[in-house]
């Protein structure tokens, strides 16, 4: 994809964003008074009231990123399928800067940066006396770990951005420039670093309503995962073993939680479950734009998994290579990962009554003969399932990481670049996904190992694209070129087609046209960011 130079008119942004993330948050948080109000101090005033700021940021904020955008990203990495116009463009290579998923997901992204920064900057001088510091650095904490978060995924989609730390620096001069990816990497490892300063340590256990914001852990694992981007091995590696060694994140129905199963992962029962490092907390509200649409967008087009019109359903379908080639015999992760002709689900309500075995006479999900089971669970059945609200969005979690990721990202440390490993603390680490996955051990292990494990593991989870695009150009090529990104009509290729200014990386989205637009100056090329 042809990348475009851009810089982002921010005074336009922030006006757009406050309201965003002011306005839009989850009920103790949307209670919060207008600046132009009452003084903030007077609402600060006790340790609920602030662990209440950042309520929103798991969730609402998030909206626009993970309603599509973030599933098409799935369909450009051949994850997915989907002849949607809306989602479709990455199938053929063709997303540019006019695509709507494509604003609203940057448009998401600095809204967490943006409500980030409102707590960062102004939250310590609008405490009352009677707020604990323990509470207030906990929260300024997951401000930091937010922006960072927000930051990451900026980076890794449009490379240069503008480094915004405090708005209020750019009142006076609303045009600013995209900074170098080497800086903003910088200020994503300074805010990870300052997050697992500020953040409160946990344990988690089988109290899962108290697993819900992140912790110092959730901040290592995530900086684990910056550190393995910048290929700094001996980094990633030492804070995944810090994780690791904690005892805080385990895995769901491995060794140390018997009685579960990778199948319990993604049900509103397990919301916050052990191995979730950090996920967007749903909430319904009954408006739209406020809970899990998956339901709705991975279902069936006759609508038996969903309560919704059965228009909307099936929005993402599973795309042929993951349905008849990703997974080996035995492989569990299959039957809870991908939907098809036959599969049986027990447990599963439809608008028929319980239990549902996928048709084999239907197109199912965008004709791709089969349909997406992650974070499909059917229409509203109490506790199961959880609330539903009239668009059919439900409150289960959707995992940003988890513990799994964190042992492959490890397994991946130690490899370091090596041809191979056998060092016992990597295959402890890999061996540990696959055998909750049902299969055998692996006695030494390859980047292509481990790529394909992340693949297995977390697949339809956002993670593929990204994969694709930190590995060598000309094997990610092959690799796209290779798939087949059509329905099971009819098997079609398309070869991604590099522009020539991004040699070693071309992953990178069309920044949104109207912000183009609206600022011209910005045009130029990233600037060094000069770091307070």
Known sequence: ??????????????????????????????????????????????????????????????????????????????????????????????????????????????????????????????????VSQDVLNNTIG?????????????????????????????????YVNTNTV?????????????????????????????????????ARALLAKV???????????????????????KLLGGDELPGKSFADLFTYANNNNEESIFAIQWKGDGGYGSANNCNTQFGFIDGKLSTSNASYAGVFGPSQEVILSLYGEGDLRKHETVMVAGATYPTIKTTEGIGFTVPSNKN????????????????????????????NMMDNNTYVMRYAELLLI?????????????????????????????LADLASITFDD????????????????????????TKAIAIMSAQNRGDKFGERHFTPVYSEDHATNDFYMDYPDNEVAKNPKLLQAPVPYTFK
């Open 1 to 130: 994809m042809k990348k475009k130079s851009f810089l982002n008119r921010y005074s336009l942004l922030f006006t757009a964003v406050a309201f965003l993330t002011l306005g839009s948050c989850q009920d103790d948080f949307t209670d919060r008074p207008s600046e132009d109000g009452i003084s903030l101090d007077s609402y600060y005033s006790t340790n609920d009231q602030v662990v209440s700021a950042t309520n929103g940021m798991y969730s609402r904020t998030w909206f626009q990123m993970y309603n599509k955008f973030w599933w098409a990203l799935e369909v450009g990495s051949g994850n997915m399928y989907s002849g949607s116009p809306d989602v479709s463009g990455l199938r053929t290579f063709s997303l540019n800067g006019s695509d709507p998923e494509l604003v609203n997901g940057w448009s998401s992204l600095w809204a967490n940066v943006q409500q980030s920064n409102m707590i960062i900057n102004f939250l310590s001088s609008r405490v009352g006396s009677a």
């Open 364 to 391: 199912l999900a965008q004709d791709s003969g089969g349909a997406i089971k992650k974070y499909c669970i059917g229409v509203v059945n109490g506790n199961v399932t959880g609330p539903v609200d009239p668009f």
């Open 182 to 218: 080497a800086d903003i990497y910088t200020l994503i490892t300074s805010d990870y670093l300052k997050a697992i300063d500020l953040l409160a340590a946990k344990n988690r256990g089988t109290n899962y309503a108290n697993n819900g914001h992140v912790s110092k852990g959730s």
């Open 410 to 438: 490890h397994a991946e440390a130690v490899l370091a670049g090596a041809a191979s490993t056998s060092d016992a603390s990597a295959l402890r680490s890999i061996n540990a996904v696959r055998k909750r996955a049902g």
């Open 227 to 249: 550190y393995l981007y910048q290929k700094d091995y001996a980094k990633a590696r030492a804070m995944a073993e810090t994780v690791i060694n904690s005892g805080e994140f």
């Open 450 to 473: 481990i790529f394909l494990e992340r693949r297995k593991e977390l697949c339809f989870e956002g993670d593929y694209w990204f994969d694709l695009g930190r590995i060598d150009k």
């Open 142 to 174: 997951e401000a930091y770990f937010i922006r960072a978060t927000a930051y990451f995924d900026l980076v890794r989609l449009w490379g240069p951005v503008p480094i915004i730390e405090n708005p209020l620096d750019y009142t006076s001069n609303p």
